[in-house]
């Protein structure tokens, strides 16, 4: 563990590049750290977005079960289910 971290620090000294970059944005371990961050950001980003995609669904699914007509409760209701009036 120890040779991989030297190994890794000479080759970001060495590195014109990657010697420019600020000391938060070198090694592994910041690099991991700073994907988890980004990978939470977008879970919590999502979260938020398929919340209001299921509530719009849901009020969409509720206006379509208003437009549905009264259940059919009597024989007599189910003999004469052309008869029956349409609900507005």
């Known amino acids: 563990m120890v040779r991989q971290k030297e190994r890794e620090r000479e080759i970001i000294e060495y590195n014109e590049e990657l010697s420019k970059l600020p000391e ?5 371990k910041n690099l991991i750290k700073r994907l ?3 990978q939470r950001d977008k879970l919590l980003s999502s979260k938020f977005e398929i919340r209001d995609q299921i509530a719009h ?12 007509p009264e259940p ?5 209701e ?4 052309q008869n029956r009036p349409k609900k507005i």
């Open 57 to 68: 669904k849901l009020n969409y699914t509720n206006k379509n079960l208003k437009a549905l």
């Open 72 to 76: 059919i409760v009597t024989i007599f």
């Open 24 to 28: 938060e944005s070198k090694g592994t």
């Open 78 to 81: 189910k003999m004469n289910i």
């Open 36 to 38: 988890i961050q980004i």
